[in-house]
């Protein structure tokens, strides 16, 4: 390896850490901020996520990390955003702690669908429904369901595992 790459590499494991530790740090203000609902401020900690933190949870992966492979409705360009989904059964149920009004959300609703990538497995989702948190809630481990209840999670995308797909 080239001292270039070295350096690069180095740069971007640093700037990864300090921008998980960032994240850390506004974990608090993030339940704030959910829970009141603040228009403005869901709006500016969603630009957050989308450019800061969901390209380091995607090249960093992980046991709790979900990507969503989705297709814009509009344009037609692929597009991988990193979720927080839990599976049970032939089902996975996605939280919406930003309620159901975001691009990745109605991508997959238009499209009848997507494609979840979990720890190195691929699933073909299909039937997506938005379902309130009282349904999704008996089908998450308590961890999630305490966890989803202090950030006010509402409702879920439930997507189900396409017929003919191998579950594990």
């Not at 049970?88 to 009004?101: A, E, K, M, W």
């Not at 879920?156 to 579950?167: E, F, K, N, T």
Request: aromatic residues 8%.
């Amino acid at each position: 390896m080239t001292e270039k790459a070295t350096l690069r590499r180095l740069a971007e494991w640093v700037f990864g850490g300090v921008v998980l530790v960032v994240d850390t740090v506004f974990t608090v203000i993030r339940v704030v901020v959910w829970r009141s609902r603040w228009k403005p401020a869901l709006t500016a900690l969603r630009r957050y996520n989308k450019v800061v933190l969901n390209p380091v949870i995607l090249k960093r992966g992980g046991k709790t990390v979900t990507a969503v492979h989705h297709v814009g409705r509009t344009s037609g360009r692929p597009y991988v955003t990193p979720v927080w989904a839990e599976r049970s059964g032939q089902s996975f149920f996605i939280h919406l702690p930003y309620g159901t009004d975001v691009d990745w959300c109605r991508n997959v609703l238009a499209g009848g669908g997507c494609v979840l990538e979990r720890e190195g497995v691929r699933y073909d989702a299909v039937a997506p429904v938005i379902v309130p948190a009282a349904e999704a809630e008996p089908h998450l481990s308590s961890a999630s369901r305490r966890m989803h209840r202090l950030f006010g999670v509402e409702s879920y995308l439930r997507l189900d595992i396409a017929p003919g797909v191998q579950a594990d």
